[in-house]
């Protein structure tokens, strides 16, 4: 009997150990460099993002916050890798709806389920697309694409930074809603659309208004629509898709900062309020300003509960447009 006493008595002090020694690691949290994974090339939309974020939140925290691009099935092999992390605090991710809420319905063989699979930071901000063009492709409005995609059915080619991007997804609401076929030209990345789109290898493209908005103000890109419900405070002169062609349409883009499940609470909330702080900084509203951004609030359960409603959003769009599943 006495040494089952002492057994279980062993066993508390090891459990009280165990919780002090973590209460411990939450409290002088952050002790050592973060890694903020980005499921998208250098240079896309996600990835300016996360690297703004990181510089502010590393100042904030007075720890090194680590960007690092795994490019790959929409963002998926990102996600996949934070949800095997450890949820210590360490490992994060810059998603957006495209990882989130549009990819894990595209997939057959993911098995994620974003809702269970992550705990949410922060939502950082939201950018409207833009339907752009390279300056030799002769269309100058919204009219003149679909009238053109008319008279051309399954002809012209659009720019993606993947299957299940916002870019993609935003195109194939555009062709629904037109009643015009384009052919979907899927790159690994939106920066290696741009590229080509610059480079006049692709006549179009919806990119982020904030991974085009130099090339658009340098006049290397043509602007002929937003897609968001009203003009971009940024870019007052560009149209809505809306007010040019097509009345209701709408579409942006957004990104927040997840964990993994099992993430404290006390972790999340000390992220989050980095994140708030580093949001209203002037110099953050101002560069996310300049890329056509606005800036995001939220707690961490405010962003797990709009994660829930874009996936529900979202595979509704997927089953109207009929998109088929990859394996």
């Not at 062709?175 to 080509?196: M, S």
Request: proline share 6%; glycine share 8%.
């Amino acid at each position: 009997m006495r040494a089952t006493r002492l057994s279980r008595l062993a066993m508390i002090g090891a459990l009280a150990f165990i919780t002090a020694a973590a209460a411990q690691g939450q409290s002088d949290y952050p002790n050592r460099p973060i890694k903020l994974i980005v499921g998208f090339a250098a240079g896309g939309g996600t990835d300016v993002v996360a690297r703004i974020m990181a510089q502010k939140m590393s100042e904030i925290l007075h720890q090194t916050i680590v960007v690092e691009d795994r490019t790959g099935a929409s963002g998926l092999i990102a996600a996949q890798d934070l949800a095997k992390a450890d949820p210590d605090g360490y490992t994060l991710m810059m998603g957006s709806q495209t990882t989130l809420a549009v990819a894990p319905h595209l997939y057959r063989k993911v098995t994620l389920n974003p809702e269970k699979d992550f705990a949410g930071i922060a939502l950082t901000g939201a950018s409207p697309l833009v339907l752009v063009v390279n300056p030799s492709f002769p269309a100058h409005s919204v009219a003149d694409v679909i009238a053109m995609a008319k008279a051309q059915p399954g002809k012209i080619n659009f720019g993606t930074g993947g299957l299940g991007t916002t870019p993609h997804m935003t195109a194939e609401l555009f062709q629904h809603d037109a009643g015009i076929r384009l052919v979907h030209v899927a790159y690994r990345g939106e920066a290696g659309a741009i590229n080509d789109l610059l480079a006049g290898q692709i006549p179009l493209m919806f990119a982020n208004l904030s991974a085009v908005m130099g090339n658009i103000k340098g006049g290397a890109l043509r602007a002929l629509a937003v897609t968001s419900a009203e003009r971009s405070p940024s870019a007052p002169d560009i149209p809505t898709v809306a007010e040019s062609a097509l009345p209701g349409f709408a579409a942006e883009t957004w990104f927040g900062i997840v964990a993994p499940a099992g993430t404290p609470k006390e972790i999340r909330a000390k992220l989050n309020a980095a994140a708030r702080e580093a949001l209203a900084r002037d110099d953050t509203r101002a560069r996310f300003a300049e890329l056509g951004m606005a800036n995001g609030t939220s707690s961490p359960d405010e962003l797990d509960a709009y994660i829930k409603s874009e996936i529900a959003k979202w595979s509704h769009v997927i089953a109207d447009a009929n998109i088929q599943a990859l394996d």
